[in-house]
């Protein structure tokens, strides 16, 4: 009987090695390692695993290319998306023109592809028969996506999620940025974006007739705090 080592068998042809790590966090956008779920191994990932996930209330996170990624906001960013989506509302309800999200509802933007924005509108014209989706993963896409940013974020990670969401049919979307007190809006059709400081007012939303969003109001309950006791 030989003893010489049998010779590995060589790659069969057409079957791609598997990405490496660096791989997979070049593609969303240099994310820090933390914020990718090793189980399932990234690149395996299905939307019954996201749904697992995000149902128990463990972390919130997106499905990209695969991976399961974790969406991070900390208290203040927390804080910002609910004061958002409550100057929304104050909006949205009275005039009945549409629903508005909050940073758990996830949505799927494309195979394999789901995105839960930190605050979300959408128009009734833009929902199937003009209802509340009843899927768990709804195929919608909102007009407006808006993203608080966290220290997690990165500048990669947002070019490509913009590009997503426009691909999807978004017509906005806006980052929300808490250490520079600014929104940066950008529009599906334009070439550059829009950056609103704390003295600005936002207006002119042809989807959003009539409403108008200050942004120091916005971003003032960052600065609240109780008041003495007497």
């Not at 974020?153 to 808490?178: C, H, I, Q």
Request: aromatic share 6%; charged share 25%.
């Amino acid at each position: 009987m030989s003893t010489a080592a049998a010779e590995p068998a060589p790659a069969s042809p057409g079957i791609d090695r598997a990405p490496s790590l660096q791989d997979v966090v070049g593609g969303l956008g240099g994310i820090p390692l933390s914020r990718i779920l090793a189980r399932p191994a990234p690149g395996r990932a299905t939307e019954d695993d996201l749904l697992d996930v995000n149902e128990s209330r463990s972390r919130i996170c997106e499905l990209v290319d695969g991976t399961l990624v974790a969406k991070t906001m900390g208290f203040a960013e927390s804080l910002l998306a609910m004061m958002l989506g409550h100057l929304l509302l104050n909006y949205v309800i009275p005039n009945d023109i549409g629903l508005v999200t909050g940073p758990d509802a996830a949505m799927k933007l494309g195979p394999g592809l789901v995105r839960v924005p930190d605050v979300a509108f959408f128009v009734w014209e833009g929902l199937p028969g003009r209802r509340i989706p009843a899927a768990r993963l709804p195929e919608v896409a909102p007009a407006l996506a808006v993203e608080v940013l966290s220290k997690g974020n990165t500048k990669g990670e947002m070019e490509r999620k913009r590009r997503e969401y426009f691909d999807a049919g978004v017509r906005l979307v806006w980052l929300v940025d808490p250490k520079e007190r600014r929104i940066v809006s950008y529009k599906r059709d334009d070439d550059g974006p829009s950056t609103y400081g704390e003295d600005a007012i936002i207006e002119g939303i042809d989807f959003l007739p009539g409403f108008s969003l200050s942004v120091r109001e916005l971003f003032g309950p960052l600065d609240q705090k109780a008041q003495e006791e007497e």
